[in-house]
């Protein structure tokens, strides 16, 4: 875990060896939780325990000189190759099979699942552990096919007749939120790991490990104000949010992904530079870390008295954020020139004759504080790195208007 930058989190590494024990005695488990829980995570972890661990026993049976073969005398651990789907990417068909016209003949087309395990149940004498991921929420559809799988038979049969055996170094993982729609029969065929998203607290785990790095990057200072601006700053934020009403419901380890994204974005364009004063360097970041603050973290509640103004009396009372006392703190973005907070209002020039020429009446876009501000949000993420975007909002409030207008702009290099 340390070695790819995590917390060492006591839960997930138990949830590692819950998950190990599990796969001893059965070949097809499920790790439940809620996204950024933590699954993926685990079986991560524990695949590339198992790898290290068999290649540490190679390299000892290989200095004794009694490198044997796998029948001789078996690995105490497998090394493992996963392979992953999301049964809900594809349809039904997509995923099991389906018949096909072929002139006057039917001829029956495997489906993506089928294929896979029929590719990963070929080799039967391989020394390594195949797992299948299937990554997706389970609804009655697919998962019921898979049934006589899970099953101690380990058949799976298509629609065409074909049957599949699951060998003995197959074995099926399921990651999903929940079980609500699954049948007692798919239930008690499984292997149940659940993880809690309470126990990777956003605090000691994302926060900490995301420090840690720009510690490694920028240095310790660097990583001191980070903490310094999450004590004063985000922490009392994430709190407030909790109390708010939101368009689209959020968990805490989403917003700060996507905080800790957004930051990330913004401060490509501004590495220390060379003549610079470190402490003018450090209070510079603090500002950044409180716009990215608020258009992640505080973006996503309602507006009005029961969201932003409630995000907005808590930064105003608290550690002095440098954002001016007019307006609310929604209303200022950072001016590259001054290294300051700005009204966005100035940024908007009072005479848009300009941008009306030459167009049709109903092609006019006037410009405004909102336009401009999500324009510059969802334009520093698009650039900086390949990020999902969620644009939210009750229709006729100009979405497509201007995610058309952004991907028109942007250099298609
Ligand atoms: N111990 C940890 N310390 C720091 N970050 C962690 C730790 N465990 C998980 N994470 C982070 O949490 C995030 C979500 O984990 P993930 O395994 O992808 O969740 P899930 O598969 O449940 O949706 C990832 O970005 C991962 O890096
Ligand atoms: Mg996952």
């Known amino acids: 875990m340390i070695r790819r930058g995590l917390v060492l989190n006591e839960n997930i590494v138990v949830k590692c060896m819950q998950l190990y024990e599990s796969k001893c005695t059965r070949h097809s488990n499920m790790v439940i ?15 590339e325990a198992l790898n290290e661990s068999y290649k540490k026993e190679f390299a000892e049976r290989d200095k004794a000189g009694q490198n044997t073969t796998e029948k001789d005398k078996p690995y105490k651990y497998k090394p493992v190759k996963v392979q992953i789907l999301n049964p809900k990417a594809v349809s039904l068909q997509e995923l099991y099979g389906y018949e096909m016209k072929d ?33 997706g929420p389970v609804d009655t559809l697919w998962i019921e096919t898979m049934n006589s799988v899970m ?26 939120e929940n079980l609500n729609v ?24 994302l926060i900490e490990s995301w420090i840690r790095k720009k510690k490694v990057d920028f240095g310790e200072d660097y990583a001191e104000k980070l903490k310094e601006c999450v004590h004063s700053h985000l922490q009392k934020v994430m709190d407030v949010k909790k109390t ?40 510079y970041i603090e500002k950044w870390f409180i716009f990215a603050m608020i258009w992640s973290v ?13 995000i907005e009396n808590i930064l105003r009372d608290g550690a002095p ?6 307006g609310t703190v929604y209303d200022y973005f950072i001016d590259l020139e001054r290294k300051d ?42 650039k900086n790195e390949k990020i999902e975007i969620l644009l939210i909002g009750r229709s006729g409030v100009g979405k497509t208007s201007m995610v058309e207008n952004i991907l028109r702009s942007i250099d298609t290099n």
């Open 298 to 310: 505080g973006c996503t509640v309602e507006g009005g008295e029961e969201g932003r103004l409630k």
């Open 151 to 176: 099953d101690d038979s380990k058949l799976l049969t298509l629609d065409s007749g074909d049957r599949i055996k699951l060998t003995t170094n197959v074995r099926l993982l399921f990651e999903c």
């Open 341 to 382: 907070f700005k009204l966005w209002s100035d940024k908007i020039s009072g005479d848009q004759k300009g941008l009306f020429k030459d167009k049709k009446f109903h092609e006019i876009q006037v410009e405004t504080i909102d336009s401009k501000r999500n324009r510059y949000v969802v334009e520093a993420l698009l």
């Open 103 to 135: 002139g006057s003949n039917t001829v029956w087309k495997d489906g993506v699942l089928a294929r896979v395990l029929k590719d990963m149940c070929k080799a039967d004498d391989a020394i390594e552990n195949r797992w299948m991921i299937l990554d």
């Open 321 to 326: 954020t440098g954002i001016p006392m007019t």
């Open 33 to 47: 939780g809620n996204t950024m829980a933590g699954k993926t995570t685990t079986w991560e972890i524990l695949q």
């Open 182 to 205: 699954a049948s007692p029969a798919t239930v008690s065929r499984a292997g149940m790991i659940y993880l809690d998203i309470e126990e990777l607290h956003w605090r000691d785990s």
């Open 244 to 283: 708010c009403k939101e368009l689209v419901v959020t968990s805490d380890s989403a917003l700060i992904r996507s905080f800790t994204r957004l930051y990330d974005c913004l401060m490509v364009n501004f590495p220390y530079g060379k003549n610079e004063e470190r402490d003018t360097y450090l209070n």
